[in-house]
């Protein structure tokens, strides 16, 4: 059974900075992509990144360059680094695969608040 556990939210201000992890366990396949999602209140959930097993990454359009995914197959560890962050990128962080690009679903975690204000 797949366990993903998400952390590294938190209370910031705008402009700062915040480093997520997503620790997974169980029998999850490292060569397909995973995917970081967020979803703030009232909106419906949304892919922001994702990255696959050789490294190759894929950004929303409206993160104009500020965060930034990796992983670490031994680890088994992915991570989100969110850079300059704005009040509209406030929501409940989650990770995922990306079936769309081949991976499958996986039991949604608790996920990691991201609170952007000043």
């Given at each position: 059974?797949?366990?993903?556990?998400?952390?590294?939210?938190?209370?910031?201000?705008?402009?700062?900075?915040l480093r997520?992890?997503?620790?997974?366990?169980?029998?999850?396949?490292?060569?397909?992509?995973?995917?970081?999602?967020?979803?703030?209140?009232?909106?419906?959930?949304?892919?922001?990144?994702?990255?696959?097993?050789?490294?190759?990454?894929?950004?929303?359009?409206?993160?104009?360059?500020?965060?930034?995914?990796?992983r670490d197959n031994a680890k088994r560890t992915v991570y989100l680094q969110m850079n300059s962050l704005t009040p509209e990128d406030t929501g409940v962080y989650y990770c995922n695969g990306v079936p769309e690009y081949g991976s499958s679903w996986y039991p949604w975690g608790q996920g990691t608040q991201v609170t952007v204000s000043s």
């Amino acid at each position: 059974q797949v366990q993903l556990v998400e952390s590294g939210g938190g209370l910031v201000q705008p402009g700062g900075s915040l480093r997520l992890s997503c620790a997974a366990s169980g029998s999850i396949a490292s060569i397909y992509p995973m995917g970081w999602y967020r979803q703030a209140p009232g909106k419906q959930r949304e892919l922001v990144a994702f990255i696959t097993s050789s490294g190759t990454t894929k950004y929303a359009d409206s993160l104009k360059g500020r965060f930034a995914i990796s992983r670490d197959n031994a680890k088994r560890t992915v991570y989100l680094q969110m850079n300059s962050l704005t009040p509209e990128d406030t929501g409940v962080y989650y990770c995922n695969g990306v079936p769309e690009y081949g991976s499958s679903w996986y039991p949604w975690g608790q996920g990691t608040q991201v609170t952007v204000s000043s």
